[in-house]
T-cell receptor, first 112, second 113 residues
Framework: AQSVTQPDIHITVSEGASLELRCNYS??????LFWYVQSPGQGLQLLLKYFSGDTLVQGIKGFEAEFKRSQSSFNLRKPSVHWSDAAEYFC??????????FGPGTRLSVLP | KAGVTQTPRYLIKTRGQQVTLSCSPI?????VSWYQQTPGQGLQFLFE???????NKGNFPGRFSGRQFSNSRSEMNVSTLELGDSALYLCASSPQGIDTEAFFGQGTRLTVV
């Protein structure tokens, strides 16, 4: 069965520090991979996506993610975190004809 | 360009009742998918509709159903509500399918009492 795991339930970083959120997937083939962000009481906003090609993907708000096929990973990174980045982050995977699967989410807290 | 609109935003229902939630996708998008979000189970895929046909279905009981109209608007129905159906229900629209890119609405918060 398809699955997406995010090992870190909650991460706290200081403003200005770098950030890496981990995501691993288990799928029959290489799926399309996504990172979404959700602020309290809001829907999800797409940060970036990987379909194929360059394994380093640039997204909005200064985020990037790197696809590593050998590790079945798609980790999200940001070089310098801002207080407004505090939110819940979801990694997701999908493929045509397969169910769309979300990870459990990682809650990010930012210290001033 | 208007985003995905879900109505109502908040809903309180009694156990045993049924409820219908509505989702208007972004103009031109043909795919609408539905998700249930709860603190315990996280985000779970309910189903996807594409051009009025159900294309994918998650692991939910038959009490959960949906449909899509010719204008791509979609409705989700839950019959015989249970306390455990209390959740945030999110709708997403996509030009070609959820396996490409999805744009989410703000959700409908359903509380079953």
């Amino acid at each position: 069965a398809q699955s997406v795991t995010q090992p870190d339930i909650h991460i706290t970083v200081s403003e200005g520090a770098s950030l890496e959120l981990r995501c691993n997937y288990s799928y029959g083939a290489t799926p399309y991979l996504f990172w979404y962000v959700q602020s309290p009481g809001q829907g999800l906003q797409l940060l970036l996506k990987y379909f194929s090609g360059d394994t380093l993907v640039q997204g909005i708000k200064g985020f990037e993610a790197e696809f590593k096929r050998s590790q079945s990973s798609f980790n999200l990174r940001k070089p310098s975190v801002h207080w407004s980045d505090a939110a819940e982050y979801f990694c997701a995977a999908g493929a045509y004809g397969q169910n769309f699967v979300f990870g459990p989410g990682t809650r990010l807290s930012v210290l001033p | 360009k208007a985003g995905v609109t879900q109505t109502p935003r908040y809903l309180i229902k009694t156990r045993g009742q049924q409820v219908t939630l509505s989702c208007s996708p972004i103009s031109g998008h043909r795919s609408v998918s539905w998700y249930q979000q709860t603190p315990g189970q996280g985000l779970q895929f309910l189903f996807e509709y594409f051009s009025e046909t159900q294309r994918n279905k998650g692991n939910f009981p038959g009490r959960f159903s949906g449909r899509q109209f010719s204008n791509s608007r979609s409705e989700m129905n839950v019959s015989t509500l249970e306390l455990g159906d209390s959740a945030l229900y999110l709708c997403a629209s996509s030009p070609q399918g959820i396996d490409t890119e999805a744009f989410f609405g703000q959700g409908t918060r359903l509380t079953v009492v």
